[in-house]
């Protein structure tokens, strides 16, 4: 069209032509910046819908925070300034977008928004960066810098870097452009609006991110291996040779910062200092000899209600040896006629646990018996018990020899054997039985004698004393004269048990 004399007609026809393109080239524009206010329509809708969803996550992680301080505490208190930062940006760029389509009648005629004077009036003076563009640049950088800080260490940190970056551009002829001019100088109202918008967006999916992430990394950690210890559990305490060994290795879970609400035991609170690193510290006194049940549960906020697990176990309180058993095999013996005095217990069985049970043979308290042996020779006593946690009793069976007590000896003013005393004293003295050398401090009565003066013959008493016949025989007695007590009669006192036998006493006569 371009070439030679061009006749009217043909100067007509490329006018036509001229007009035909500007008006196809002015409906695309308009198509354009109708597209740019649909998508600011949907942008407006979803950045709705993410403020819903953050404030749900705001305050899922602060029904947490209040359940859980020590866990989720730290990253509440992040989103918490988080929050209020992307607040103060979001409301910044909304009240610029208000500034923007304050003077339309119609805020939907996008067609009409292709101007570029508002922003290029605010922004940029005499082809410089005004204060007020200086300010909306420094604001996205404030939120920027202060977001990536709180969320350092986190994938999200480095997506904010990008998602705000208002580093130079380079353009299509690789020449380098301010941020502000490459994005809003120039262009039409709609697209900078929708920009505005998008920034918006960038902010609440800043939010979305940083509680996600926070709130996620939290309960990973939380179910995170590491957070757990190898316990081995056995069903009982102890063992005995040659039995199955039966427990378990658990898994469990040990968190310095899950702490319970509260925990009770046998129906009493424990004590807040107690309560640490996912534990309950017991250090109670373990109580009296025999079973004990340890029955409670641990109490932890969980949303609006709570949730409860149960504690139920036990443990043993058995005697605390205080000394060495030594025991000699030979010495096994119970003396019939007395109350023998026996200690019967079981390693590792409480004393209220144990039985014990052979002719004779009664408990006193505890641990402490009493055997009085009847007819024979020897005795045995079973004993049985089962030890705390075992499957299955223990029965062990002792023998004790059964033993009359051992022969006593005549006594006259505590003294045996021969004993040299005045005539005149003889009369006056009591004849007594006693067993000097035995284990049991026993009261022997005397029930009678026999007494025997040289030259007179044998003068049966009856009781301890001498007789007035025993007197007259002991009258004629002389000096050096070795008068005999002999036949002793004697009981155990507070039984109707006899001894069987009493050696004499000599007395020899001095003068």
Excluded: C, H
């Excluded at 920034?199 to 509680?211: F, P, R």
């Excluded at 559990?233 to 102890?238: L, N, P, Q």
């Excluded at 003066?453 to 007035?468: C, D, F, H, K």
Aim: charged share 25%; hydrophobic share 40%.
């Amino acid at each position: 069209m371009a070439g030679g004399k061009l006749s009217p007609r043909q100067k007509m026809i490329n006018l036509m032509y001229l007009v035909f393109i500007a008006m196809l080239a002015m409906n695309m524009s308009k198509e354009v910046l109708s597209a740019f206010g649909l998508m600011n329509e949907k942008l407006t809708e979803a950045n709705a819908k993410a403020t819903e969803k953050n404030t749900t996550g705001y305050e899922t992680l602060a029904q947490k925070a209040s359940e859980q301080a020590k866990q989720y505490g730290e990253a509440k208190e992040k989103t918490d300034q988080l929050k209020i930062a992307a607040d103060e940006l979001y409301a910044y760029v909304g009240d610029l977008k208000s500034q923007m389509t304050g003077d339309l009648e119609d805020p939907k005629a996008y067609e009409s928004m292709d101007k570029s004077k508002f922003l290029d009036e605010l922004f940029f003076k005499g082809g410089k960066i005004s204060p007020a563009g200086k300010e909306f640049v420094a604001k996205i950088e404030g939120f920027r810098n202060q977001a990536a800080e709180l969320l350092e260490g986190t994938e999200v940190a480095d997506v904010v870097a990008t998602r705000f970056n208002t580093g130079a551009v380079t353009n299509k002829d690789g020449k380098k452009i301010d941020w502000l001019k490459y994005n809003y100088e120039g262009f039409p109202l709609i697209a900078s609006l929708t920009k505005f918008t998008q920034i918006q967006a960038d902010v609440k999916a800043t939010e979305s991110d940083a509680l996600s992430s926070l709130l996620q990394g939290k309960l990973s950690e939380a179910v995170s291996m590491t957070k757990y210890e190898a316990m081995i559990v056995f069903d009982k305490g102890a063992y005995y040779p040659g039995e199955k060994l039966s427990g378990r290795v658990i898994l469990g879970k040990k968190d310095p910062n899950l702490t319970a609400e509260t925990v009770i035991i046998n129906g009493k609170e424990i004590a807040a200092d107690k309560i640490q690193a996912g534990q309950v510290i017991l250090d109670g006194p373990a109580g009296n000899v025999g079973d004990k049940e340890l029955l409670g549960e641990f109490k932890f906020k969980e949303a609006d209600s709570t949730v409860s697990i149960p504690i139920k176990g036990g443990y043993a309180v058995i005697p605390r040896p205080n000394e060495a058993l030594v025991s000699a095999d030979k010495m096994n013996v119970v003396y019939r006629g007395l109350a023998n005095p026996l200690t019967i217990s079981m390693p590792g069985v409480p004393g209220n646990k144990v039985r014990a049970s052979a002719p004779g043979l009664r408990r006193v308290k505890g641990d402490s018996y009493v055997m009085s042996p009847g007819k024979g020779n020897e005795v045995n006593i079973v004993v049985t018990g089962t030890p705390t946690g075992a499957d299955k009793g223990v029965r062990s069976v002792k023998k004790f020899r059964i033993k009359d007590i051992p022969p006593a000896v005549g006594m006259v003013r505590g003294q045996y054997g021969t004993v040299k005393m005045p005539k005149a004293s003889v009369a006056r003295i009591n004849v007594a039985a006693g067993l000097p050398d035995f284990l049991f401090d026993l009261k022997l009565n005397v029930s009678s004698f026999k007494i025997k003066v040289p030259g007179q013959v044998t003068i049966p008493v009856n009781g301890r004393n001498l007789s007035a016949r025993a007197k007259q025989a002991l009258g004629k007695a002389r000096r050096n004269d070795v008068i005999t007590i002999y036949d002793i009669k004697a009981s155990v006192s507070g039984s109707n048990y006899k001894i069987k036998k009493v050696l004499p006493v000599n007395i020899e006569i001095t003068n």
